[in-house]
């Protein structure tokens, strides 16, 4: 190996050690790899499903023995890794990308959909580092919300809370995620907002953010080839998601209004509206 | 005092003589203004042509020892809807100058998306004769030289700005096709494009470019660049400048030894960051006056002479 380009980027193929179902659209891949077990939470990997194609997937559990991704259904590699077996072998390269920073206090977690998935490390982090959490979570409906258990699992250890909101209803409180992280800043102060879902609810978060006067840290999605800053598929303004990113601060989103939350750009580098 | 580090490529004045290569990051006019925020003299945009055109599937890069092959079948949005982006870097407070990369199919495909990056601003146009992996445009012109002089001439022909062509190391002889360029009216040659190549995984034994073969950039390129610019330098008399592998003030110099009167850079951003440019500038800089030189001028083609 040269020591010239970035070692994380480096092709392995790894088996696929586990798999579990978490909701009807979203199911766990675990795996073992070393460069990964010492990633970042917020950190992402390219996963390369041979033959198909080669996807961003967030890390969703990161330890020193096992690492996983969770892969919602959408399209055709999506829909390919959901037919992948335990023992089957899929291609991976990362970790990618900055991560979340850690901060002090007292933080609100908002997850959206599958965006909830990428959040997990970071909470694993924030229930170590014994801080104050606030977690809501938000789906369209309640088979659809994942990692509550999860999470419900790790509260005793901290002092946290969770709440739910469901867009019909059918768990916790009825309507969007944002009405409910209104609420709570309304009432409390929070040192930290931590966020990652469909970008209009992460720019609502922005929004609120700024009402509040509370730093935001979001993790974006973009379209993506090479994943080291270098091909120009993924950027939202002056910044590279794959490498700037994808966890950009409240501070740097204010700087790309005109483009977070509105549009991004298509793979022949056209504007596509969100 | 004045800048050492000063050079005047085809009418093109540059404050430093690193340029963002073509296909790095030159998608947008945010990026581009922000490679020349990160001090680059020159921004090269990603190579664009009449029509929108998607790329290949993943995987589109995939990293091999000492280089990086990419097969990212040029996507762009067409050059109409470009020109929004070439205004975009021609608006900033502190313009540099901007060479839009084209492509075409065809010769009048080249005529027309030059005549059109020319309107929207662009300072320069280089001639992408020289893509490995995207079928009858690129490298299957610019492996013939009667083609490229003929491109290159059409283009001349209908716009005003300095044309760069940009040429393919995958030619058994690179100064012919070299000629040709420079005899159909050339401003200035760039050398070089990626070498053919590809990557098969041993465990799943499959290609690992979507496309299978691609093009191999960074330092594994370095010395077939250097030897290229050498040979060219030799044969024309317009300014060259040197790209394949540049991540050092060293390599800068080397290609500027070889005959280079400045260098792109492209990969070794993956590895360095932004900053780069600025790493390489500095380096040059100290090792012009360690040694002496007062300007680049002084060092282009200093191998050559005995
Ligand atoms: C940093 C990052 C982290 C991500 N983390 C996760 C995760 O943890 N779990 C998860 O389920 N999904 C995640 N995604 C989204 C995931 O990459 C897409 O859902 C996946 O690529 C869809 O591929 P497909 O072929 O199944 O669907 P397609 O039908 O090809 O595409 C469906 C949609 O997925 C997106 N997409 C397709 N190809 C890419 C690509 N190369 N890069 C980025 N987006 C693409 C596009 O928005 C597209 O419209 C992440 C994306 C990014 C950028
Ligand atoms: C991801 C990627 C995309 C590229 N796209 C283009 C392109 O659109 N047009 C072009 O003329 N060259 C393109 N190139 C080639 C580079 O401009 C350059 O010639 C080559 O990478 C060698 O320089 P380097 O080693 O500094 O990267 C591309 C290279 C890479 C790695
Ligand atoms: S994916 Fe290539 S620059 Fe981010």
Not at chain 2, 31 to 36: G, H, I
Not at chain 2, 153 to 159: D, G, I, L, Q, Y
Not at chain 2, 238 to 253: E, F, K, N, Y
């Amino acid at each position: 190996m040269s020591a010239y380009l970035t070692a994380a980027n480096r092709l392995r193929i790894v088996k696929i050690e586990d798999i579990q179902q978490e909701t009807p659209t979203v199911k766990s891949f675990t795996f073992k790899d070393d460069l990964c077990s010492k990633a970042k939470p917020g950190q992402f990997i390219m996963v390369w499903i041979p033959d198909v194609d080669e996807v961003p997937m967030s890390l969703s559990g990161i330890s020193p023995h096992a690492c996983s991704i969770s892969v919602k259904k959408v399209g055709e590699a999506t829909k390919t890794l959901h037919q992948r077996k335990i023992g089957d072998y899929i291609g991976i390269r990362g970790p990618f990308g900055n991560g979340f920073r850690i901060g002090k206090g007292k933080v609100m977690v908002v997850g959206g959909g599958t965006g909830t998935t990428a959040l997990m490390p970071l909470v694993g982090s924030l229930v170590e580092e014994n801080f104050k959490v606030t977690f809501l979570l938000g789906a369209k409906t309640k088979n659809e919300l994942v990692s509550r258990d999860r999470i419900q699992a790790l509260l005793p250890k901290v002092a946290g809370r969770i709440d739910v909101a469901t867009e019909d209803g059918s768990c916790g409180s009825e309507g969007v995620i944002t009405d409910l992280a209104e609420k709570y800043l309304n009432n409390e102060e929070f040192d930290m907002i931590y966020t990652c879902g469909p970008e209009r609810m992460m720019y609502k978060m922005l929004l609120l953010s700024e009402r509040f006067q509370t730093p935001l840290q979001a993790s974006l999605e973009r379209l993506m080839r090479c994943a080291i800053g270098i091909c120009g598929t993924c950027v939202i303004g002056k910044f590279r998601v794959c490498r700037d990113g994808p966890v950009f601060t409240g501070e740097q989103l204010s700087k790309v209004k005109e483009e977070f939350g509105h549009f991004k750009r298509a793979f022949n580098g056209r504007k596509v509206k969100l | 005092m004045r800048n050492r580090l000063a050079i005047e490529i085809a009418e093109l004045k540059l404050t430093n003589p690193t340029m963002l290569a073509a296909g790095i990051l030159g998608m947008t006019g945010a990026s581009l203004r922000e490679a020349s925020v990160w001090g680059a003299g020159a921004v090269v945009t990603k190579s664009v042509g009449l029509k929108p055109r998607e790329g290949y599937s993943n995987p589109t890069v995939a990293q091999v020892d000492c280089g990086l092959l990419n097969a990212i079948g040029l996507p762009n949005p067409g050059v109409s809807e470009f020109s929004e982006e070439i205004k975009e870097v021609k608006q900033s407070e502190t313009p540099i100058p901007l060479i839009v990369s084209i492509y075409g199919f065809s010769t009048s495909e080249f005529v027309k998306v030059a005549k059109v990056a020319a309107e929207a601003g662009a300072d320069a146009l280089e001639l992408n004769v020289s893509c490995p992996h995207v079928r009858d445009t690129g490298a299957e012109i610019g492996q013939n030289p009667s083609l490229v002089a003929e491109v290159v001439e059409e283009v001349k022909k209908n716009v005003l700005q300095p044309v760069f062509v940009k040429l393919t190391p995958n030619v058994a002889d690179i100064v012919g096709v070299a000629k040709a360029a420079v005899e159909a009216g050339a401003d200035a040659l760039v050398a070089v494009n990626t070498v053919r190549a590809m990557a098969i995984d041993v465990e799943t034994t499959r290609p690992i470019l979507s496309n299978r073969i691609g093009g191999l950039s960074g330092p594994a390129i370095k010395p077939i660049a250097i030897r290229c610019v050498y040979e060219i330098y030799r044969e024309v008399d317009v300014p060259i400048v040197g790209c394949g592998g540049v991540t050092s003030w060293r390599d800068a110099v080397e290609f500027m030894l070889a005959g280079a009167s400045a260098v792109q850079i492209g990969t070794a951003i993956s590895a360095k960051g932004m900053g780069v440019f600025k790493s390489v500038t500095r380096g040059i800089s100290s090792y012009l006056k360690r040694k002496g030189f007062r300007s680049i001028e002084e060092i282009v083609g200093l191998s050559h002479r005995s």
